[in-house]
Antibody, heavy 120, light 110 residues
Framework: QVQLLESGPGLVKPSETLSLTCTVS?????????WAWIRQPPGRGLEWIGS???????YYNPTLKSRVTMSVDTSKNQFSLKLSSVTAADTAVYYC?????????????WGQGTMVTVSS | QSVLTQPPSASGTPGQRVTISCSGS????????VNWYQQLPGTAPKLLIY???QRPSGVPARFSDSKSGTSASLAISGLQSEDEADYYC???????????FGGGTKLTVL
């Protein structure tokens, strides 16, 4: 059973860079899947941040594109998210997920989520 | 303001059939498949329906979806108390070149 686990700081200061990692086990991240980040501000809905492939191919939410960098580390079986110049509006639960198919673009496996608060 | 529009709330009694709508446009729902997610309180979302009424293993046949033009609907028949959750629709948007979610519908089982 594929499992995803997010990790990273729970508190980030305004204007700094939020960095999160998602560890995939026991499945190889180099398989034919894209890997995604999705976030959910407290009490609000879901927002797709972007998706990345082990080859380096990435797709980002246009509204966040200028601040987002995603990458895949095949040696550690992890993929990561960096979101720069954060503000309080970036406070959210951040989920990593597997993209089941780029035809349907459904997320079939999710991590448990990690809460990130932006505050000084 | 979400690209896909869902009613904020829905409700039903046990055993009843309820539907949740998802309204979009020609660049998302009309052009691409719609996926539905269920989020139980305090948990991560779970894929409920994908690719034209396909259900992942373990999802009961009580859950189904339909699509017509720029709108889609999730139907839950034989409503149960454990169905009380938030439900989200999602689809790829060709104009935005990104994945968009609906704002979510909170389902209450009375």
């Amino acid at each position: 059973q594929v499992q995803l686990l997010e990790s990273g700081p729970g508190l980030v200061k305004p204007s700094e860079t939020l960095s999160l990692t998602c560890t995939v086990s026991p499945y190889s991240i180099s398989s034919a899947y894209y890997w995604a980040w999705i976030r959910q501000p407290p009490g609000r809905g879901l927002e797709w941040i972007g998706s990345s492939y082990h080859s380096g191919s990435t797709y980002y939410n246009p509204t966040l594109k200028s601040r987002v960098t995603m990458s895949v580390d095949t040696s550690k079986n992890q993929f990561s998210l960096k979101l720069s110049s954060v503000t309080a509006a970036d406070t959210a639960v951040y989920y990593c997920a597997r993209v089941k198919s780029t035809t349907t673009y459904s997320f079939d496996i999710w991590g448990q989520g990690t809460m990130v608060t932006v505050s000084s | 303001q979400s690209v896909l529009t869902q009613p904020p709330s829905a409700s039903g009694t046990p055993g009843q059939r309820v539907t949740i709508s998802c309204s979009g446009s020609s660049s998302n729902i009309e052009s691409n498949t719609v996926n539905w997610y269920q989020q139980l309180p305090g948990t991560a979302p779970k894929l409920l329906i994908y690719s034209n009424n396909q259900r992942p293993s373990g999802v009961p046949a009580r859950f189904s979806d339909s699509k017509s033009g720029t709108s889609a609907s999730l139907a839950i028949s034989g409503l149960q108390s454990e169905d009380e959750a938030d439900y989200y629709c999602a689809a790829w948007d060709d104009s935005l070149n990104g994945l968009v979610f609906g704002g979510g519908t909170k389902l209450t089982v009375l």
